[in-house]
């Protein structure tokens, strides 16, 4: 009785082991990694070409130059998982505002606006925060140096667009780069200068390749090609620090620019609703 107890006893503790081992095994093989797919959303109304002589170059480069100036959102699918980068304008009565909100065109993408995980903000100006509230359960990402802004009532007294992170909403703030997923794929790049705490995004897509969106580090093609700084910029050696890391990511990577003001990049992805993968 006593050696069969010990052989069932033996038995079982065998079964564990080969639970335990295959546990194991499976939990060491890697996890097939999720599909990232990106797109642009239009988050204002364009105005009249934008004579970017006037305050968009602290050594007068521009003189005369006027560029289509275009405002962008975009949304990153990451397996089920959103980040939604950059929110544009609010809808309003203002002629910039946008036609349809970020949720309604994520609805023309087939994405429930619970389903947003992250909204990154590039940094903290009105054409970047204006839907940032839509979207109360999302964490926040921003650079430190902008939360700081942000959050201070004394420098940002209209705190509509954050009012979910000030009230209890999870905010992450930033300072340095954040790999978004934990698997490299989307990666939020510290690029101070154009504000304290800018920040530009990297997606690493499987099939179109890398891509680098600008937030506001450079506005518009001369601008980025020039190394501009707009007067308005709070670092200016900041600024050209962070221009120059960029272009060496760029090269490196060999990855597809996109300037997020400009026009002119708005089909370097595919049209919307269609979806870079
Ligand atoms: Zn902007």
Same mark, same amino acid.
């Given at each position: 009785m006593t050696l069969s107890l010990r052989s069932s006893a033996r038995a079982v503790s065998a079964t564990t082991l080969l639970v335990t081992l295959t546990a194991t095994v499976e939990a060491q093989t890697p996890a097939t990694p999720a599909a990232v797919s990106l797109a642009r959303l239009e988050c204002g109304t364009n105005q009249p070409p934008t004579d970017v002589g006037q305050r968009f170059?602290?050594?007068?480069?521009?003189?005369?130059?006027?560029?289509?100036?275009?405002?962008?959102?975009?949304?990153?699918?990451h397996g089920d998982d959103v980040l939604v980068w950059d929110t544009g304008f609010p809808k309003s009565n203002a002629p910039t505002s946008p036609k349809e909100t970020i949720p309604e065109l994520l609805?023309?993408?087939g994405l429930a606006a619970a389903q947003v995980k992250y909204v990154g903000l590039s940094h903290s100006h009105g054409d970047h925060i204006g839907q940032a509230s839509l979207f109360p359960a999302a964490t926040l990402l921003v650079g430190k140096g902008d939360w700081d802004v942000l959050s201070d009532a004394k420098i940002t007294p209209n705190q509509a667009s954050i009012a979910p992170w000030l009230s209890g909403g999870k905010v992450e703030t930033l300072t340095g780069d954040k790999d978004v997923f934990?698997?490299?794929?989307? $990666?939020?790049? !510290?690029?101070?200068?154009?504000?304290?705490?800018?920040r530009s995004l990297l997606v690493r897509l499987k099939g179109m390749g890398n891509v680098l969106l600008t937030g506001d580090l450079a506005h518009f093609h001369e601008n980025y090609d020039s190394n501009g700084v707009p007067s308005f910029n709070t670092d200016r050696a900041a600024t050209l620090a962070s221009i120059d890391r960029f272009k060496q $990511?760029?090269? !490196?990577?060999?990855?597809?620019v996109i300037i997020q003001h400009d026009q002119r990049d708005i089909a370097k992805?595919?049209?919307?609703?269609?979806?870079?993968?």
């Open positions: 170059s602290d050594t007068y480069a521009y003189n005369g130059l006027k560029v289509q100036l275009v405002y962008s959102c975009y949304v990153i699918r609805g023309r993408l934990g698997d490299g794929s989307v $990666i939020i790049l !510290n690029m101070p200068g154009h504000t304290p705490g800018h $990511i760029a090269k !490196n990577l060999k990855a597809t992805l595919p049209l919307f609703p269609q979806m870079a993968k």
